[in-house]
Each structure stands twice: as C-alpha cells, then as structure tokens.
C-alpha cells in the first residue's frame, strides 16, 4: 500500500504542478499545506487563471481540499462595466460552436457571472463555464447550468458510455467499473495516471444523458 504524502511533499507537488500548467503564473501563487488541506494565496490577473491554479492543485495525489485564498486584480484601467461585460460575455458563447448559447442565459452583477438554463450535456456546461472564465473582466461565476436530455433508462446510458470509451479511451478504462443509476454514473477501479483519470472524465462529459460523475477511481503506479 502506498504510503500517504507528507505535507511538505504535497506543497513541493503543487508548487510543481502550477509551474508546468501553462495558464498559471505560479510565481503569484503562495501555496500551504496542513494536513492535505491546500491554501492558495497571492494576486493573479484574471478569473480563468484563479481556476486553473485551483484545478492545478486538485490534480495532485494526496490533496484532500483546496481553499482557494486567490485575490484578482485585473490589469490597467478601464475595467468593463457589467453592461459591457455582459455583451462580451455573450459574444464569447455565440462564438462557441461546440454551445448551444441561446439556451445559455447569464446575469452579472459587480463582474459575477451567473449561468442559467439549459444545454445537452455535462461536457456543454463545463465547456460554457471555461468560456465565461476567460472574459476579460470576470471576477467570479455560478454554473446553475442543467443538463436536459432525453429520457434514457440506465442500461441506454450504459451502452452509450461503453460506445463513446470504445472509441476515445478504450485503453484507458480496461479495468474501470461504471455504474449508472438515473442521471449519474459512478467509477471505480484502477487506473495509472492523472491523464488516464481525464480522458476516461472527458469522455464521460460528453455523453448525452449523463449528468452527475462521480469518480472513485484510484490510481497505481
């Protein structure tokens, strides 16, 4: 069995992780570690960049929870107000195409960003949350995005899963179990790395149907 990381492991793998994260500038990022518990603080330049440190930070074995302390302090003067933000923010969903943006509906209030209504799946709804990070002038979002689907009984979403992972990552998930009930899917069994763990995901997100993904995989060098 593999022995747990220490604290100052966890910190060094962190502080590893953002500075190979190409959307991260980690030399902003202080990074603290207590009992699997990660802190992030420091100032960095936009909402997308705020995310992936924390999703930096997510990726490293041994870490339990993150809070993330980042401050934004978004770069020169004449910041956009949330009229403007507002239409940059629809321009850049229109722009999408992978989005159904006229089922996605936003309200913005002091730069935060709220997500309404309605797209095909998982993989939409993370997809418009990445699109909306990356507007300059976002402080903060709420994803209350819903994932609408047609009625499929578990064993019709089961075999879409296994379709979509025999075509994306059937080498991946040679030894995952997948277990649906109603919308949600769990996993469970080995896998070897972080980047299995996400091709595996990904596709998950992109079957029609599959709302909630709860992942128990567990990784084995």
């Given at each position: ?5 220490s ?21 902003e ?31 490293v ?48 209030s ?51 899963i ?39 995901i ?20």
């Amino acid at each position: 069995m593999q022995a747990h990381k220490s604290d100052n492991q966890i910190q060094r793998d962190v502080l590893e992780e953002l500075r190979v994260d190409p959307r991260v500038v980690e030399t902003e990022v202080g990074v603290t570690v207590a009992h699997g518990v990660v802190t992030l603080t420091g100032t960095l330049s936009s909402w997308s960049m705020k995310m992936a440190a924390q999703e930096a930070a997510h990726r490293v074995e041994g870490v339990l929870d993150v809070a993330n302390d980042l401050e934004l302090q978004l770069p020169g003067l004449g910041a956009p107000n949330d009229t403007e933000l507002a239409e940059h923010v629809r321009r850049a969903l229109m722009e999408d195409l992978e989005l159904p943006a006229r089922r996605i509906h936003t309200t913005i209030s002091r730069g935060m960003v709220t997500l309404a209504g309605e797209v095909d799946s998982a993989g939409q709804r993370d997809e418009a949350a990445r699109t909306v990070r990356r507007v300059r002038g976002v402080t903060g979002m709420s994803n209350r995005l819903k994932v609408s689907a047609p009625e499929l009984g578990a064993e019709e979403i089961q075999t879409a899963i296994a379709s979509a992972l025999q075509r994306q990552a059937q080498r991946e998930a040679e030894h995952v179990q997948i277990k649906v009930r109603d919308r949600s899917v769990t996993l469970t069994g080995t896998i070897h790395s972080w980047s299995e763990r996400r091709a595996i995901i990904g596709t998950l997100r992109g079957v029609r149907g599959v709302d909630v993904i709860i992942d128990e995989l567990h990784i084995v060098s």
